[in-house]
């Protein structure tokens, strides 16, 4: 088994911090800040000229603070909002100053704009539409495979999610705030866990799995528009859902037991504690009869892990353990 002693991306941390390569400091990580900009950059299908490097950044959700943090650029997040008691990982530290609002609902329009950011990173189904934002002077880059639209002039979805929406923010951030060192040596070593964790596979039992939420009131499955669609090959699993074309799906726990994966990954709310989800999906009528749960495949994750973010990957190991248990 293949041992494990820290999260990829607190090890990227160590790197950087301990001055190890041509990482920039925080003065030359803005040295050339006129000659990137106006610098236009294509987000959810449609183009955002940003005509100068950003004054007062505000994220929304927990998916792009920990980008910007791979990225080397979490000291330019001035406030956060909507991030519904997630845990950043190995970036949680470096938010631990930075105000917090609106903690578990998308602020209003009016919070948004009150906060005067002139750059709002984060996930696209926010209260307030981009059109709004531009209106007022707002630039809004939403996180890769999180475009959600509100409108039919909107952005769109359902393009599916890949590992490689994680690594191209991570670079886009990093040429955005001048940390392009930071941003590619952390790229790097994340396709090196991704690899490293499919060569780990290679050979494994053929496995099915599914991946699923059971929250209060409804149960969901997540298809192959999601970042788990990745997740569970990377893994060297089958995904028992792959023919359903959205991110997620709800379904009735008949369904969920006619297609009877060996094994169930299974997330929490944001911010929630793992078994929970799994005490819930035990709950349910008739599910004592699936597969994984009798066998005990189980794998508790906590809903970020299947979201967006860097810990899609930064929780891979932790999964791959889990299921190496199996046998």
Not at 10 to 17: A, M, N
Not at 299 to 307: K, N
């Given at each position: 088994?293949m041992?494990?002693?820290?999260?990829?991306l607190?090890?990227?941390?160590?790197?950087?911090?301990s001055?190890?390569g041509?990482a920039?400091?925080?003065?030359?990580?803005?040295?050339?800040?006129?000659?990137?900009?106006p610098m236009?950059v294509?987000t959810c299908?449609?183009?955002v000229?940003?005509?100068?490097?950003?004054?007062?950044?505000?994220?929304?959700?927990a998916?792009?603070?920990t980008?910007?943090?791979?990225?080397?650029?979490?000291d330019?997040v001035?406030v956060?909002?909507?991030?519904?008691?997630s845990?950043?990982?190995?970036?949680?530290a470096a938010?631990?100053?930075?105000?917090?609002?609106?903690?578990?609902?998308?602020?209003?329009?009016?919070?948004?704009?009150?906060?005067?950011?002139?750059l709002?990173?984060?996930y696209g189904?926010?209260?307030?539409?981009?059109?709004?934002?531009?209106?007022?002077?707002?630039?809004?880059?939403v996180?890769?495979?999180?475009?959600?639209?509100r409108?039919?002039?909107?952005?769109?979805?359902?393009?599916?999610a890949?590992?490689?929406?994680?690594?191209?923010d991570?670079e886009?951030y990093?040429?955005?705030?001048?940390?392009?060192?930071?941003?590619t040596?952390?790229?790097a070593?994340?396709r090196e866990r991704?690899?490293?964790?499919?060569?780990?596979?290679?050979?494994?039992p053929?496995?099915?799995a599914?991946?699923?939420?059971?929250?209060?009131?409804?149960l969901s499955?997540?298809?192959?528009?999601s970042?788990?669609q990745?997740?569970?090959?990377?893994?060297?699993?089958?995904?028992?859902?792959?023919?359903?074309?959205?991110?997620?799906?709800?379904l009735s726990?008949?369904e969920?037991?006619?297609?009877?994966?060996?094994?169930?990954?299974?997330?929490?709310e944001?911010?929630?504690?793992?078994?929970?989800?799994?005490?819930r999906?035990r709950?349910?009528?008739?599910?004592?009869r699936?597969?994984?749960?009798?066998?005990?495949?189980i794998?508790?994750?906590?809903?970020?892990?299947?979201?967006g973010?860097t810990?899609?990957i930064?929780?891979?190991?932790d999964?791959?353990?889990?299921?190496?248990?199996?046998?």
């Open positions: 088994m041992g494990r002693t820290m999260s990829p607190l090890l990227v941390c160590v790197l950087v911090l001055g190890c041509d920039p400091t925080a003065d030359s990580a803005t040295e050339g800040g006129a000659e990137r900009f236009t294509e299908g449609r183009e000229t940003l005509e100068r490097e950003p004054a007062r950044v505000m994220t929304v959700g998916e792009a603070p980008l910007l943090w791979a990225a080397g650029a979490a330019e001035d956060r909002a909507a991030d519904f008691g845990p950043l990982g190995a970036a949680e938010f631990e100053n930075v105000p917090l609002i609106s903690p578990d609902e998308s602020p209003s329009k009016e919070v948004t704009i009150g906060q005067e950011p002139d709002l990173l984060g189904l926010t209260t307030t539409p981009w059109q709004d934002l531009d209106a007022v002077g707002i630039d809004q880059i996180v890769s495979g999180q475009c959600d639209s409108d039919d002039d909107g952005p769109t979805l359902d393009r599916g890949s590992f490689q929406d994680i690594y191209d991570i886009l990093g040429r955005i705030f001048g940390t392009e060192n930071v941003a040596r952390a790229v070593y994340l991704v690899a490293a964790i499919e060569e780990r596979f290679q050979g494994a053929g496995r099915t599914a991946v699923v939420a059971a929250y209060p009131g409804h499955v997540y298809g192959q528009a970042i788990s990745v997740q569970l090959k990377t893994l060297g699993l089958t995904n028992v859902f792959a023919d359903v074309d959205q991110r997620y799906i709800e726990v008949e969920l037991l006619a297609r009877d994966p060996d094994v169930l990954i299974v997330a929490s944001h911010g929630g504690i793992p078994d929970v989800g799994v005490q999906v709950e349910l009528p008739g599910a004592g699936l597969t994984a749960l009798r066998e005990g495949h794998v508790p994750v906590d809903g970020q892990t299947i979201i973010g810990q899609p930064e929780k891979l190991d999964m791959a353990d889990t299921l190496a248990g199996f046998g």
